[in-house]
């Protein structure tokens, strides 16, 4: 038996749909999964305005997710998406090395990742920005569905938050976790905008709830923050193709809002992305108020200096593994 299957998406979502009472259902008590076959992507980076081209590898097992600078030949190119390596930044997430060689807007991909389970690529990228693509997580999701994901030869590790942790960042910006039996989400936003106003959304991940309510929200701006990016050198990628854009209680996108509640569901997409930063599947429940990139990262870094306040599980292999294999080979196998 090969310890890869590879593995059409939809027949796992059809699965797990189908199978309420399987634990698998949110992604914790899982095997780890890669991609089948690599991923070619490009696209605007909405900060730099440069186009950028991303080759999303299978890795093995335990691999994680990692970054790698194919433009960086000078310093060190390799940069871990994981909670170490995350610094300050006020409009994205971003990863850094000690070298300073990084890469921002991982949110969005690391959403998708989250969102329906793959725990370990090689992410070859040709600058310092994950392409913005339509600001979603949808054309991720159906680049992802496309190639497939390869079950891998060992469970998930898992976190379990043991006791509340929170941080308190003032004017309403306050973000705690508390102890859950799989991962929950409420997030609350609030804007002077009439538009948005106060949204607030209670999530729990599944790969069918990714879909279902978090893939296709876009992130947005207002339209006066705009000109004040472009001025400090940010957004110079941005457009009506990329971000909802809002102004005096209207999108000035064509076609509006997929959702009434789209900012909040993007809010809600962004915290599952940044919780991934942990790398592994995660017992607990986030609530949020009027959260942000630092937020998340403020409240990681929090939990991992409180070690009390969490217990990880590192799973044995399973017995009936089979023979350990490259996911390329596995490939090649179902091919
Ligand atoms: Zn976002």
């Known amino acids: 038996m090969n310890a890869y299957t590879s593995h059409d998406m939809t027949a796992k979502i059809t699965h797990e749909h189908e199978d309420t009472t399987n634990s698998d259902n949110n992604l914790i008590n899982d095997w780890q999964y890669t991609l089948a076959q690599p991923i070619e992507i490009g696209g605007i980076g909405v900060h730099s305005g440069r186009f950028i081209e991303v080759i999303l590898h299978p890795a093995p097992a335990d691999h994680g997710i990692v970054f790698e600078r194919s433009d960086v030949s000078d310093r060190d190119s390799i940069i871990p998406g994981t909670i170490q390596f995350a610094v300050p930044h006020d409009l994205c997430t971003r990863i850094e090395n000690k070298d300073g060689v990084g890469v921002n807007t991982i949110e969005h991909f690391m959403a998708a990742f989250h969102g329906i389970g793959v725990d370990n690529l090689r992410i070859e990228i040709d600058g310092p920005e994950m392409p913005i693509l339509d600001g979603s997580a949808s054309p991720i999701f159906n680049l992802l569905k496309r190639a497939g994901l390869a ?172 023979q350990w294999a490259y996911p390329e080979k596995a490939v090649a196998v179902h091919s």
Do not use: W
């Open 151 to 322: 079950r891998q030869n060992k469970l998930r590790q898992v976190i379990t938050i043991l006791k509340e942790v929170e941080v308190d960042m003032g004017d309403g910006v306050i973000a705690k976790l508390s102890p859950a039996d799989s991962l929950e989400i409420d997030v609350s936003i609030q804007f002077d905008d009439q538009l948005i106003g106060h949204q607030s959304m209670s999530y729990s991940n599944t790969s069918q709830a990714f879909i279902d309510e978090l893939a296709d929200a876009r992130t947005f701006c207002m339209l006066r923050d705009v000109e004040a990016m472009r001025n400090s050198g940010l957004a110079r990628g941005g457009s009506l193709d990329n971000a909802l854009v809002v102004h005096n209680g209207t999108v000035l996108n064509d076609g509006g809002l997929r959702t009434t509640d789209e900012f909040v569901r993007h809010k809600t997409l962004d915290c599952l992305g940044d919780l991934f930063l942990l790398g592994m599947a995660i017992k607990a429940r986030l609530s949020a108020s009027k959260p942000g990139h630092a937020l998340s990262t403020n409240l990681l870094k929090t939990l991992m200096n409180t070690p009390d306040a969490f217990h990880i599980q590192s799973h044995e292999d399973a017995p009936d593994r089979g």
